[in-house]
C-alpha cells in the first residue's frame, strides 16, 4: 500500500531551499520545456526582508514529502491591501507544483485552503502572486512549448490535480506568436503613425542606452499602478517595489525594444519587450555566478524571438491609435535586429480590442494560462 505524503509547513532556511527548488529537481530533467527561474531573484520573493508584499499579507509554505523527498508544494496569500482595495474577502494560493498523483495534489490544496479559510477567507483563487507583475496562471495549453519569462511551466497533469480537487476556471489568458516579416506591418499602421506624429502632439520616444531610459522607469511603472486597475487580480505597487520590480531584470533590458509615447512630456503610454531570455537561464540554470551571466548574455545575442513583457496606454489617451503606434515601432525594431517572431506575453481574454489587433497581424494563438476558482 502506498504510503501518503506528509504535508508539512516551511519553518526553517532547509525547508524553504527545498521549497525553491523543488521545480528543477522534478522537471529540469525530464522536461526540457520547463526553464529555471533566476534563484537569486526567487529567493529574494521569498525573504520578507526584501520582498515588501509580506509586510502587506499573511503567506504560508508548505511542502509536501513521501519520506526524505519533496514531492510538492504550495504557497497560501491573503494580500490584506488588495482586498481593501476591492473590498472583498480573497485568499490565493500560488507557486503549485506536484507530482502526478491526485491525493497528494488534493491535500496540498485542501491544507492551504483550510489555512484561509482560518482567516476568513470566502474563497480562493490561483495560482497569483501577490500582484499583477508576478507570475500568474497554470499553463493549459502550449506544453509542448518552451517557458517564457515571468511564466510557469507545469506538466500536461498539473491543470488536471487542481480540477481533481473541485477548482473550475475563473479567468484565461492566451499566449500569441506573431511571425516577424516585412508584411507583417499592416499599411495602415503606416498611416497611421504618420498622422499621430505629424498632426497631434504626441510624441514617440525610443532610445539606444538604458541611460536614456532610466528617467521613464518610475512614470512607466506608475502609468501601470493607473491603468491597471481593471486588470483581474490588481493591486497597487509601492515605488520600492517598482524599483525592486526594475532591479530584477534592469541587467537584460534591451533600450531598442522600450517604446514610450509622451503627450506635453506627459507618459501617456509604453510597451516593453526582451529578447527570449529562456535559452540563456536553462543554460545558467538559474544560477548568475560564477558564469551563468555570461551564459545569458551569450544567448541574448543569439535570440531570434522578442517576448513582450508589459505595456499600457493611460485611459484617457485610448483609443487614439497609441497602441498601433507603439506596435509599429516595436515590429520594426524586431526585424531590424533580425528576430523571426514575437510572443505577446499574456493577454486576458476579456480584451477582445488587443486580441483582434494581434490576430490582423497574423497572430497565432500557442498557449494559454488559467486562474482557477474555489469556494471555501
Known sequence: MKKKAEIREVSSKKGKKAFIYLPERMYEKKYPQWVHPIYRSQRDYFNPGKNDAWGYSDVILFLAWAGDDPVGRIMGIVNHRFNEFHKTREARFSYFDCIDDQETATRLLSTVEGWAKDRGADYIIGPLGFKNTDTQGVLVEGQEHRSIIASWWHPPYTPGLIEGAGYRKEMDWFGYKIELTDNTIPPIYDKITRRLLSRTRYRLLEFSSKREMKPYILPVFRLI?????????????????????????????????????????????????????????????????????????????????????????????????????????????????????????????????IIAEIERVGGRRYKRYRIYRKAL
Open 225 to 353: 499602478n493607473e491603468s491597471y486597475t481593471e486588470l483581474y487580480g490588481f493591486s497597487p505597487l509601492t515605488d520600492r517595489e517598482i524599483r525592486k520590480t526594475v532591479q530584477n531584470y534592469q541587467s537584460f533590458l534591451d533600450p531598442r525594444f522600450a517604446k514610450v509615447v509622451v503627450y506635453d512630456n506627459e507618459v501617456v503610454a509604453f510597451g516593453l519587450g526582451l529578447p527570449d531570455l529562456s535559452p540563456g537561464f536553462r543554460a545558467a540554470r538559474g544560477r548568475l555566478f560564477p558564469f551563468g551571466f555570461l551564459k545569458i548574455l551569450r544567448c541574448l545575442k543569439a535570440s531570434r524571438r522578442l517576448d513582450l513583457v508589459l505595456g499600457a496606454i493611460k485611459k484617457k489617451h485610448r483609443g487614439k491609435g497609441l497602441d498601433v503606434l507603439m506596435a509599429k515601432a516595436m515590429y520594426t525594431s524586431a526585424i531590424q535586429a533580425g528576430m523571426t517572431h514575437m510572443d505577446t506575453h499574456k493577454e486576458q481574454e476579456t480584451n477582445k480590442k
